[in-house]
């Protein structure tokens, strides 16, 4: 079974920056998309970046030119660098990867998610 562990979240300034990781670990055979998510309070959980096996990254508008997503395939660990940061920010940020396992080879994608961790942006 994989996990995936998330660190890195915090309490920061305005204007300041945090790295988010999030390391998956188990029998992982091929990892397709890794992406991190937030959810602030009475709001929808959204995407704020994600990168596919290819290397193609992807971000929400409102963190464009702030956020770099990056990987480490031989960790099979993800980042998240938050510069620049804005209160607006402020949220619950999940990690989520959708991978395939030893044992199916890429018969079977699956989709799993971190627990979260709070990020809270002062102004």
């Known amino acids: 079974q994989v996990q995936l562990v998330e660190s890195g979240g915090g309490l920061v300034q305005a204007g300041g920056s945090l790295r988010l990781s999030c390391t998956a670990s188990?029998?992982?055979?091929?990892?397709?998309?890794s992406g991190w998510y937030r959810q602030a309070p009475g709001k929808q959980r959204e995407l704020v970046a994600s990168?596919?096996?290819?290397?193609?990254?992807n971000y929400t508008d409102s963190v464009k030119g702030r956020f770099t997503i990056s990987r480490d395939n031989a960790k099979n660990t993800v980042y998240l660098q938050m510069d620049s940061l804005k209160s607006e920010d402020t949220a619950v940020y999940y990690c989520?990867?959708?991978?395939?396992?030893?044992?199916?080879?890429?018969?079977?994608?699956?989709?799993?998610w971190g627990q979260g961790t709070q990020v809270t942006v002062s102004s």
């Open positions: 989520n990867l959708k991978y395939t396992t030893i044992q199916f080879l890429g018969l079977k994608v699956f989709d799993s």
């Open positions: 990168v596919i096996s290819g290397g193609s990254t």
């Open positions: 188990g029998s992982i055979f091929r990892i397709y998309a």
